[in-house]
């Protein structure tokens, strides 16, 4: 099992940048895919992104396709998501999730406490 603790959130104009960050506790970061998720206030936690253990294999949400990056260092039990050109409909809590692929989706075994992003128009 693994834990995990994110970081990184904040207020952001549109048009702007930031970066998330999820630290892993835990020597097994590494053979755990791991995936971004999103849940903006009266909607259903949605799929962001995921990466593979190694960091070759990437996906993203049509939506967020293009402008976000997701990433991660083994060496250093973390993993990133890179957002820019960010819009007001990315306003969202955002967790990180350490899980396995399924299919075209990602299913999470362990979940982070998330962290708030607000971009204001």
């Known amino acids: 099992q693994v834990q995990l603790v994110e970081s990184g959130g904040g207020l952001v104009q549109a048009g702007g940048s930031l970066r998330l960050s999820c630290a892993a506790s835990?020597?097994?970061?590494?053979?755990?895919?791991m995936g971004w998720f999103r849940q903006a206030p009266g909607k259903e936690r949605e799929f962001v992104a995921r990466?593979?253990?190694?960091?070759?294999?990437?996906n993203y949400a049509d939506s967020v396709k293009g402008r976000f990056t997701i990433s991660r260092d083994n060496a250093k039990n973390t993993v990133y998501l890179q957002m820019n050109s960010l819009k007001p409909d990315d306003t969202a809590v955002y967790y990180c999730?350490?899980?396995?692929?399924?299919?075209?989706?990602?299913?999470?075994?362990?979940w982070g406490q998330g962290t708030q992003v607000t971009v204001s128009s």
């Open positions: 999730a350490a899980g396995e692929y399924s299919g075209s989706g990602f299913i999470g075994r362990n």
């Open positions: 835990g020597r097994t970061f590494s053979i755990y895919a």
């Open positions: 990466i593979n253990w190694s960091g070759v294999n990437t």
